[in-house]
Structures are given as structure tokens and as C-alpha cells.
RNA sequence: GGGCUCGUAGCUCAGCCAGGAUAGAGCGACGGCCUUCUAAGCCGUAGGUCGCGGGUUCAAAUCCCGCCGAGCCCGCCA
């Protein structure tokens, strides 16, 4: 709704001025919104920017719906809204559209976003966990933008890892009893220390590898990573994460794609053979070679993920992928590939990693923190949170209200913190249930709902003379559209998770100050919280997060 | 050594892409506010050479160059 204002500022600025402006939102106590285009003015005709702001001002004219007045203030040409009307429509608005509020135009355009794509080999652990987290979520607000979006998660049920696991579970077999992906990982971790320690058991490795690219193994091999994915499903389940589809790296080796794409790349001038078949980059800045085939015959993770990324650019105009910042090299040796190939290369996000204060995180030794066992702690904590503020609860409301915040308030944590920001991973801080959180936001969320749920919101509401505290609130969640524009077109999620953390300082002040029920302003207030209520929602659904009408 | 990313208050971060009017939050510290819609809240005080040095500009945390510091990558692993 605010970019309404923003238009109707727009262009009555147009008809008076001929060079490009910028419209900013001033801090402090001037207008709503205010441009510096006197400044530019200014210097091209050599005069004193306020005269130029105040001849502006005296050509702008017009019956204007929103824009209340316009202000020269030291050469910013200030506009102030017409809260009244504004707010008016915004809480129609809002409550006719309701989860629609901020919804984009259908695009027409097929986005694929691969993300988690986590080695079947073992559980999920904290490193994924942001994969997951931002491209889950990143889905939902381009889905919410306008775009046709289907989500993909690649297993990677080929190469080395996965014959050191097949061997894995033909030693020591899987666990019973456990959760199938942590069984797995114990035949896993287990193969890697022999393999550390005795060499026949490399050569082994190697000939599972041979034996499955050529189609020997398959139904032993898949079986194994189906089972683990069947606990990796699980987990993200748990977090509310969903993938439309699940694609299996060993598929393009079985259907002929690899070979197939083998072939073309054989007959471009970047191809070239040794023991191995690789490609040369250096056109394209990159000094390392491309391996594309190892001498033995076998293909490598990243031939296989060309095939993918040329099914997927055949498929959807806009191919978009989640990696780690390790993945990076890979990331620019694909897009030259893919130039090459004349397919569509893809976006990719990048992240920075996730470490534990004692070091990097592998899998192959068993140093990381499962995805299953954070969860369950922070349910715990928030558990305990929980118990002690609100001794009023019975057991079972406060083990729901735990589990949905525990969840949400680790999903919240990594969602707003900007990727390319390394984390090192601290119980303490992902586990604040005070303040500033996701906690802070839900308690905004169940205040709200507490109050509406003494009174109804009347369908009819006269708005007058509001205060400061009821055109911070009206402005902040006007602006859902327009952040959800911004948070889609950069592809971040950070912004969105921001934007809900600002709805919620704005309302608990709001709350300090202000009563709603059994006020003057009732009607019109009920009416405001109600439409706050729903840009929450909104923006919690982007986020993957359930709000809580209780905490 | 080369490539990429980050460096904003004691700590954790937003703002940088699309340069503008006194650089924003939270934690921590100190001081206030519960007979009224949940105090998981609100208000106030203290705390900043926006890593350092140049440049562009009327204007730089924001753009450009150099340097310093941290991280990641540079495998016939994925």
C-alpha cells in the first residue's frame, strides 16, 4: 500500500521535473517521504537548492488522495501522507485480502530452487540446516511474489561417499531401533576409519564405485539411500521444511545424459584428454581444470551435476541454487560449463558456513551436531521457558506452545541473519528466548490475538487525528508489499525476517501506550491490530513459521 | 601464492546492491514503569575514528583503488 503514496509522489514529481529522482524516507521528523532532486537541480542550473525546492513545490499541483501537504525543509521536498484516508484503505484492504495482502502478480515464469541437497549419507546436521532454512523459505516468498516455484532436493546417491557407505553397511550392517539416518551414519563413520587404516578396503571402495556406475548395485545402493532419506524427510518435516521433488544424481548417469552431454562437450575447443577427460576454463578465468572423467572411467559429482543443471535449464526459466560458500569454485566452473552448453546458467545464493566453537564440521568423522538433537534441545529450553512463565498452562498446552516455538526460534535465528555472515554456532544465542527473537514477535502475535479475541472487529471504523503510535504501525505494515518486492527481486530472506521483527517493536510500543479495548479510538484500533495481525501471519508464512495465538 | 566473502557500540547484528538531512536494533551495564487488553513488554542514560589510507562527489558506512585482519576454496572428494 505505501508504494500508492509513493506512486502519487512519483508522479506529480514527473510533471514538474525531467531528470531521473530518488524518493528516500526520512528518519526523524520530517515527511513520510522526501527527494533531494533540488540538490541535482541545483548544480546543473548553478542556484540555491531551496529556491529550486520551492519552485518545485509551487508547479505541483493536483487533487491528491494521499499526500497530505508538501514541505520544503532545507532543500528536501518533504511529503507528508494523509494518514485518514490512508489508513482507511489499508485496513480494507488488508482485511479483503487477508492472506492475499502483498501477494505479487502471477509471473508466468517456472523457478526451480535446489536446496539442502544433503549427502544421503547421515542425518541432517547444523551446516544444512541454513541451506535448508533460507531456500525453503526463499520458495515461499517467490512463490508469494508471483513465480511458479518447485523445489528440488538433489541426493547425491553417487560417487566415493556412497560406495564407502554401501561398504559401511555391508561390514557392520544398520541399527535397529534407531532413527534410520543416524543408523546409517554409524556403518558410515565406521567405514571411514578403516579406510583409514587399511588400505584393501580403498581398492574395495573403488570397485563398488565401478561396479555402480555401470548399474550393478543399484537397487542395494538405492535401498540404502532411500532409507537415510527417509530420516533426512523426517527432520525436515519436523522444521516445516518441504521439497516438491527429490532428483537422483545416478538417474543422469542411467538415462544417458551424462553421455549425452559428454558428447557435445567433447566437440567444443575447451575439451581435452590425458589419462582423464577435462575441460579447460582459463577463457573463462578459472586456471583449474575440469575433470570430467576420472582415468578409470568413473564420472565425478560435478559431470553429473551439469546433466542436472541442463535438465533443469531445459525445464524453468529460472534455475536458482543454494550452496555453501565451500561450493563456490564449483559454482563458477558450472556456470562456465553451462555458457558453453549455451543452457541457462543459474543464480546461485551462497551462504557462509555454520562452525562449532571447537572446529569445522564433518560428517566422515562424526563432528557435527544433528539437526534432530538441536531441535530437540531447543524444544527443551523452550520448555523450560515456558514452565516458568506461564505456571497457569497445563502440561500439554505448554509442550505445544515449546515445540512450536523451540522450532521457530531456530528457524527465525538463521533466517535473519544475512548469508554470507558465518555463524559460529552457540547454544546461547540461538537459544535467546528473550527478546528481540522469535519470542519477542510471537508475544507481539499472542497480545494481539488476546485482545481480539474480547471484541469483535467491527466492519465499520471512522479514522481521525492519529497519534504517533497508531501511524508508526499503519506505515510499518503498509509496507508489506513492498518488502516482499525487495526480499523476492534480491532473493534474500533476511529482509523479510527483519521486516516482521520491526512490525513487532512497533506494536509492543504501540500496546505500551495505547488501549484498545474500551477506547475512544476502539473501532478504529481493533481494526488496525486486526490487519496488524494478518501482515504478522504473512509474513510468518514466508518464513515457515506457525504463529502462536498463545504463549 | 591466486580467487571469493566478511570487518559497523564490550558482544550479536541491520543499513551498503539503487550515495544524501543527527549511523539503527538487541544482548550486557545503569536508572525508571505492572489495581487497567499477557512485564517473553515499554521508557530513559551511557557506549561508535562505520578495519586503516587514498580517490570520486555539493554529499561516502554505502561507489573506486591500495593495505591490514578473519574465513572459505584452489582433490581423478562431494
Known sequence: MFEKFEEEVRNCLKNVVSIDFKLEEPKGKYGDLATNIAFKLAKMYKKNPI????????????????????????????FYLNYEVFSKDLILKVKKEGNNFGRGERKGKRVVIEHTSA????????????????????????????????????????????????????????????????????????????????NKYVEEVRRIMLEYESGKNKEEIRRIVDLCLEGIRETLKRLNIKHDKFIYESDFVYNGDVDRILNILKNTKYYKENDTCYLDLK??????????????????????????????????????????????????QLEAVLKILNEKVPEFIIYEFITLPEGKISTRKGRYIAVDDLINECIKRAYEEVSKRRKDLDENKRREIAEKLGIGSLKYYIARTSPERKIVFNWGEVLNFERNSLPYIQYAYARICRILEKANVPENFGVKDLNENEKSLVKIISKFPKVVKESAENRNVHTIANYLLEIADVFHRFYNSERVLGSEKEDFRLNLIYATKIVMENCMNLLGIEPLEML
Open 283 to 332: 577463457d573463462f578465468g578459472i586456471d583449474k581444470e575440469l575433470v570430467l572423467k576420472r582415468s578409470d572411467g568413473t564420472t565425478l559429482y560435478t559431470t553429473r551435476d551439469i546433466a542436472y543443471h541442463v535438465y533443469k535449464s531445459k525445464n524453468f526459466d529460472i534455475v536458482i541454487d543454494i550452496f555453501g560458500s565451500d561450493h563456490k569454485l564449483a559454482a563458477k
Open 119 to 198: 549427502n544421503p549419507d547421515g542425518p541432517l546436521h547444523i551446516g544444512h540446516l541454513r541451506n535448508a532454512i533460507i531456500g525453503d523459505s526463499l520458495a515461499r516468498i517467490l512463490r508469494f511474489y508471483g513465480y511458479d516455484v518447485e523445489t528440488q532436493y538433489y541426493v547425491n546417491d553417487m560417487g566415493k561417499q556412497i560406495a564407502i557407505l554401501a561398504l559401511g553397511v555391508r561390514l557392520f550392517g544398520i541399527k535397529e531401533g534407531v532413527k534410520k539416518d543416524h543408523a546409517i551414519v554409524e556403518a558410515y563413520i565406521k567405514a571411514n576409519e578403516l579406510l583409514e587404516k587399511d
Open 51 to 78: 529556491e529550486i525546492a520551492d519552485e518545485i513545490i509551487s508547479k505541483i499541483k493536483g487533487d491528491f488522495r494521499y499526500i497530505s501537504d508538501i514541505k520544503n525543509i532545507n532543500g528536501y521536498i518533504n
